[in-house]
């Protein structure tokens, strides 16, 4: 059984609980959140101990620990934790840093804590997502033409009113906050990015973009586009995925990529694999953590993949 520590009890947080809690073979044995009544809840909603301050984690026998803190803290906190903490192994929440500058920095000084860095990306463990990943890569699809990506969100103003959400120093915008995931998604289908123009907005007075428009084209020569906004009307709107290829048209969409609207590929019959969550964050998290319970490390992006990532989403944050 792997003891895990989630340090940050916030937002996220819950969706951590959910999948640990409902995965065989990893428990939450400590909590920490610097504001008590937030630890102490979280203490109390997973039963176990929680502290304020993450250094106190050390000794407590943790083999992970995942950092769930504010975007921009998350280079702060994993090298902390690496250097300070004794667990062998830290998952981090996205985005892993908002520049490329501070990923190389926590790279280097996990590496050399002689820790193991596990960033999150939990997309691509969802099931249409590979699904679309091995048609690629398998080229039973042929040339890949056109993607039209959009992330069509409502983050209210009461959400703006949390102390770090919408801030340049630890929110990055709604690529960063909120398509993060999506933006990783095209660099997993696509590869290395060529050539970006693209525009944002800030039309709700905060310090970060709240809209993005972007144009794209891959090393590939694959073109495409990725809308994403936080400012939909009431609630969140829509989530969809269209891939233009050779030898096929794919359309998926829902909260988080949950189901295939549209198929028509060369040779084979659309896939019953169409799923529900009651959430925008997919199932992804829980097969993270069945990976970590399995000790199934080689399923984590490596480093390279990351860097390459972290690259694409600072080109096209304009």
């Not at 975007?71 to 892993?96: F, M, N, Q, T």
């Not at 969409?253 to 949950?258: A, E, I, P, V, W």
Request: charged share 25%; with cysteine; hydrophobic share 35%.
């Amino acid at each position: 059984m792997k003891k895990i520590g989630l340090v940050g009890c916030g937002r996220i947080s819950k969706r951590h609980i959910e999948a640990i809690t409902t995965t065989p073979g990893v428990e939450i044995a400590y909590v920490c959140d610097k504001r008590e009544d937030r630890a102490k809840a979280a203490s109390e909603a997973v039963n176990a101990p929680y502290v304020t301050d993450y250094r106190e984690l050390n000794g407590k026998g943790l083999d992970v620990v995942s950092v769930l803190t504010p975007s921009g803290l998350h280079p702060r906190h994993v090298c902390a934790i690496a250097e300070l903490v004794d667990a062998p192994y830290i998952v981090c929440e996205k985005p892993l840093s908002l520049t490329l500058r501070e990923a190389y920095e926590v790279f280097r000084r996990v590496e050399k804590a002689g820790k193991v860095l596990l960033p999150v990306y939990q997309n691509r463990y969802n099931p249409l997502v590979k699904l679309i990943k091995n048609l690629i890569d398998s080229g039973r699809l042929g040339t890949i033409y056109q993607f039209v990506c959009n992330v069509l969100w409502n983050r209210n103003d009461e959400y703006y009113n949390i102390d770090w959400h919408g801030t340049r120093e630890f929110d990055g915008g709604v690529l960063y906050t909120q398509a993060s995931h999506y933006v990783d998604m095209c660099h997993f289908f696509f590869g290395e990015l060529a050539f970006s123009r693209g525009l944002n907005g800030s039309l709700r007075n905060l310090e970060t973009p709240d809209s993005v428009s972007a144009v794209l084209q891959f090393k590939s020569g694959t073109i495409g586009t990725i809308n994403a906004t936080v400012s939909v009307y009431r609630t969140n709107y829509l989530t969809e995925f269209t891939l233009i290829a050779e030898k096929g048209t794919i359309r998926l969409s829902g909260t988080n990529l949950n189901q295939i609207d549209f198929w028509d590929v060369e040779g084979m019959e659309k896939p019953d694999m169409d799923f529900k969550i009651d959430h925008q964050y997919g199932k992804g998290h829980n097969t993270m953590y069945e990976y970590i319970a399995q000790d199934k490390w080689e399923m984590f992006p490596s480093k390279e993949d990351i860097l390459s990532g972290i690259s694409l989403m600072e080109k096209i944050s304009y």
